[in-house]
């Protein structure tokens, strides 16, 4: 589990008050004494919990296990389990340290910096969960279209159902696409000497593919219930869960504002993230005008310094979009490239699902998201 929020600091966590007393030596590896409380520490029936509380040194990481040494309890009190919109089968507590031994993890004062590799993992776990929750979604969607009838043919065969089916798959293909080379780049940082390449493109990856996918989630599982007229609003349904679950991956481990400002900040920190970045998209150079001419406005949209802060949720949605549609293109789909670069890039202004332009190859896309489909 993992302990880092309290009543006045969620995002803000150097508010925290939580204190952490050296029992002997102090340092890395040694003994503390933690008192305080965490507002929100998921998986509260965890063994062990990484826990940030403040030292003489400053705000440091602890790992805080549930059963001292001697076999006796940890003085670790649940208060209570939070009564969540969703996510229910993944808990969430309020807690007590009430004098619990923690040992501290990397530098003291660096609490920020040693916890920050769990969370760019669970901002993985969230991007995966709700890459997940789309695909289930139109799953249901589109099975339920194959077998209901209406006017005399089938809701799969209704020419306005299927733009909204095929809509839907494409941000499925989107999501999979940045998700699964984000999971690529994982495996090839965390190995041996490590990939410096794939380092420095998680740092931009992460929080854009956690904040555009798990921001998408909630509109597309309510599309997809939707598909399925009033039965979808209904618990006999599996929609109404997917709903209810979808806005929580957004929310923690960094909301969406927070998302767009670590983006600012690792291109403030390290300026070599944009090269992985730019290097990554120029792999699909020259392959479509659209997608050349939105690298291109990103491109200016970074450089330009004025307000940026004010403008960072737009940067990111174009970061999303750009390295999604050339992912795909390399992925090798002519009909589900073509579409979601059409669709995404190609089209000005807000958008609803259902509202993909002329011309596109729905049946391939479509049977892609058929669950029944060898």
């Not at 029992?23 to 929100?40: C, D, I, Q, T």
């Not at 979009?321 to 589900?336: D, F, I, Y």
Request: contains cysteine; hydrophobic residues 45%; glycine residues 10%.
């Amino acid at each position: 589990g993992m302990g880092m929020t309290e009543k006045q600091g969620g995002s803000d966590v150097r508010a925290n008050t939580t204190s952490a007393r050296a029992l002997a030596a102090s340092g890395p590896g040694e003994a503390y004494e933690l008192v305080g409380h965490k507002w929100f520490t998921s998986a509260p029936m965890c063994d062990a919990f990484l826990v940030l509380a403040q030292a003489d040194g400053g705000l440091s990481c602890f790992l805080v296990p549930r059963w001292r040494p001697d076999g006796s309890k940890n003085p670790i009190q649940v208060q209570r389990l939070k009564n969540k919109l969703g996510n229910v089968a993944n808990a969430s507590s309020e807690i007590e340290l009430r004098g619990a031994l923690g040992w501290m993890v990397g530098e003291e004062g660096r609490g920020v910096r040693a916890i920050i590799e769990m969370v760019a993992m669970t901002r993985f776990d969230c991007m995966i969960g709700s890459t997940a929750g789309q695909r289930q979604a139109v799953a249901q969607a589109v099975s339920h279209a194959l077998e209901r009838s209406v006017f005399g043919k089938r809701l799969i065969d209704q020419p306005l159902m299927r733009n909204v089916l095929a809509d839907l798959q494409l941000e499925v293909e989107g999501s999979l696409a940045i998700t699964m080379r984000m999971g690529e780049a994982l495996d090839r940082s965390l190995a041996p000497g490590g990939d410096e390449h794939d380092q420095l493109l998680l740092r931009l990856g992460l929080p854009t593919g956690k904040y555009w996918i798990c921001k998408r989630t909630p509109f597309h599982a309510y599309e997809a219930m939707e598909c399925l007229g009033g039965n979808g609003v209904t618990e006999d349904f599996i929609l109404a869960r997917l709903y209810r679950d979808a806005p929580i991956n957004a929310i923690w481990e960094g909301s969406g504002n927070v998302q767009a400002l670590d983006m600012l900040r690792a291109l403030g920190r390290s300026p070599e993230v944009l090269d992985a970045w730019y290097a990554e998209l120029g792999q699909t150079r020259g392959a479509s005008r659209v997608l050349d001419n939105a690298v291109l406005a990103v491109q200016e949209a970074l450089l330009d310094t004025d307000e940026v802060e004010y403008r960072a949720r737009r940067i990111v949605d174009q970061l999303a979009l750009t390295m999604q549609a050339s992912l795909l293109l390399r992925a090798g789909n002519e009909a589900v490239a073509d579409a979601f670069i059409a669709s995404r890039l190609g089209q000005a202004g807000e958008r609803n699902y259902g509202t993909l332009p002329r011309g596109l190859d729905l049946e391939t896309i479509l049977q892609r998201a058929n669950p029944l489909a060898a």
